[in-house]
């Protein structure tokens, strides 16, 4: 597979799974806002956890110096120059798909570009405005529908390995993030806020049932931290990604399992194991929001890694395959370049 | 009913004959579509635009931040062209093809058509696409287009004549596909009452037409298809073809050379590449050889193409031969390369910077139509009988300035054909743009792509100026 293509692969999926989660913090942090109405708390704090959860504090100061009520929420959402709002994540994703449309299935390209077209259309943004949960579900539902469209429509070749990639570390990177939310809040006033605030970040994983099934009613950080961080069986906790990820890894290189053949499978391998042999109270011992901070560090060089090895080149430099931001100059004339090209039509 | 406003005009109509009668081949046609309500045929053309953007059969509008994309207008009512009628325009196509190809081995080896003056040197070599770098190049099977879209027209007495071959990078062929897909899916009964033969099998061609020209003759060659990226206009086109043919689509970037041999960068290592299917132009192919700022090239392609290690298609310089000027001398072209007449006639030419030619030119500026020699896509053209005195005296200007850019002809007004418009049928300029490719054997696609001008009167019928396009059927007998 060539080198740039398993890199839009790889976006176009970590895209689709990023504006996922943020869909779904929002959603439950409308809900949230919406309870937290009548038991006294400020709802015009709300966003903030959201900014932070996602990293997007600084961009968004940046961007709105003097908020007023509605900016956080339309810089999350809808607003283009926020690289990560949800209609950026949404078109990124698309704009991947778009290159690299030979290599995945009509039906995943229909469905991604569907949502594109919903997304940054009036009606788009008519359903956030009266319906913002409707808005938010048509987003989750897709990126679901999507995952189920390529687990039904895709080859098991190294395009899959890479799509999973990018999904299954977007993910551990978001359920990590959200747990981190607990560590930003001030302490709850009382024990019902407390719940309200776990409850928040269970639904925001999509793991209420799933903690229930096995914990019951009652909520403990240790057992939270167990079910978010170690569960095997739980398809968003940060172990199970970061074992489909380290299969995956495995299955491009065909290096046996417990061994690696290069810096990424061994970064994704030492993870795992630190993860295989630790629990809740080495979280504690560590403090929570140090240890969620190291392993998103670990996840970063995952994916820088990944990255140098199958992408990246090392004869090159300029031209190498690292996507430009938006309005570098050189983006700019490479697209004048590409139009010009006469298609003699 | 759809056809009861439907006037035919002075000219030649496809659906009507001379005597106010429905043309035979078209009555299968007619007599299930036209009884259909208007209502209910606008909601099916909406249905297939709004499946065309879902499915992203769209073409990118240039000029526009958010890099928008448009679906090509798609009009419900086919083109049809009798068998027989065909035979003679695939037969006139192959011979242009055959002397085109003829007449660049020529300008790029002995240039004997030019000692021999049946063109004048100075035409071939202020061509702006003439390569003289390239003479003397070796080039795979001797062929320099593989690929030709060549636009057909059909004047007052309904013959049809060429109005210009491209021969560099023609686009379109996909939409000749997916309108055939969307109208199978539209109106599957017009289909069994009328043979329509079948242009399904273009992507396979395609490939083996680029697969016979590897250097390394192998079971499988390596072919991919070079697109400029996803911001050019035809970018749906190369996703579509590249699949189609299950081949790569790569961008420069994704190609090195090494030693006078292409590779690309894949996840497991350089692969090498024998044959490059390229859309995109000349100029920008190599940084080192042409146009040092291109960015979407490959430094080094042009020497591996020289040391015959990879393949073009087309090959490079391939632009001389579908020049506006050398336009006016194909005729000349066949009759000596083939010692046979043009099968296809085509529109008379003057040329600016013959001084007789000029003057008449620029006396009669308001009758003409006025095009840039190295243009194409609707651009840098004036139609005398619609336009300003300003942009007229614009083109005198051009013209004055540099001659050898300009030619012009008289304008013809091509036939038209029931479109659908505002719930009624309504006569449109439609042209024919047929696709070749030049392999083994030389195929035409049956049919091609018909494309509409849909503003009442417009003879513009590009994509990118409000045209739109229809499917094409060649009857089979």
Known sequence: MLSRVADHIYWMS???ERAENLARLMQVSVELLLDSAGSGGNPGDYWSPVLAATAMEGSFRLLYPEPKPGDSAHFLTLDERNPDSILSCVREARENARTVRDQISDEMWAELNQLYLLVGSERGARLLETTPQVFFEKIIQSSLLFDGITSATLSRTEGWNFLQLGRFLERADKTSRFLDIKTQTAAAADTALEALEWGTILRACSAQASYRRVNGTEFSLERILEHLLFSTEFPR????????????????S?????????????????????????????????GLHEYIDDLQVALNETGQALFDTYVLLPQETLRSVGRLLPGDPLEYHIQKQQQQQQQQN | MLLDKYSPADLFDELIDSNGKVRPYYQPVADRLFPLKPEELEQKVKNLELLFLKQGVTFTVYGDERGTERVFPFDPVPRLIPGEEWEVVEAGLIQRITALNLFLYDVYHEQKILKDKVIPSEVVLSAAHYRPEFVGVQVPRDTYIHVCGTDLIRDRDGRYLVLEDN????????????????MKRVFPQLFG??????????????????????????????????????????????????????????????????EGFVYMRTTRGLQQVDVIYRRIDDDFLDPKVFRKDSMLGVPGLVDAVRRGNVALANAIGTGVADDKVTYAYVPEM???????DPILDQVPTYLAWREDDKKYILEHLPELVVKAANESGGYGMLIGPTASKAEVEEFRQKILATPRNYIAQPVVYFSQHPTLVDGALEGRHVDLRPFILCGESIKVLPGGLTRVALTRGSLVVNSSQGGGSKDTWVLAD
């Open chain 2, 167 to 182: 021969g560099r990078c023609p686009s379109g062929v996909s939409y000749v596909l997916e309108n055939r897909m969307a």
């Open chain 1, 237 to 252: 906790s940060v172990r199970f990604c970061v074992r489909m990820a380290d299969e995956m890894l495995h299955d491009i």
């Open chain 2, 334 to 340: 066949i009759r000596y390369y083939l010692g046979q």
């Open chain 1, 14 to 16: 970590r895209y689709i």
């Open chain 2, 193 to 258: 009452c009328t043979g329509v033969r079948s242009v399904d099998t273009y992507p396979a061609d395609l490939l083996a037409t680029l697969q016979y020209i590897a250097p390394r003759q192998t079971a499988q060659p390596n072919c991919v298809l070079l697109t400029p990226g996803v911001h050019n206009s035809a970018y749906f086109e190369h996703s579509f073809l590249a699949r189609q043919m299950g081949i790569e689509i790569v961008e420069g970037r994704d190609l090195i050379v090494l």
């Open chain 1, 254 to 286: 065909g290096t046996p399992t417990g061994r690696y053949s290069n810096r990424c499978e061994k970064l994704a391998g030492a993870l795992l194991a630190r993860l295989n042999f630790s629990g809740p109270s080495d979280v504690l011992d560590r």
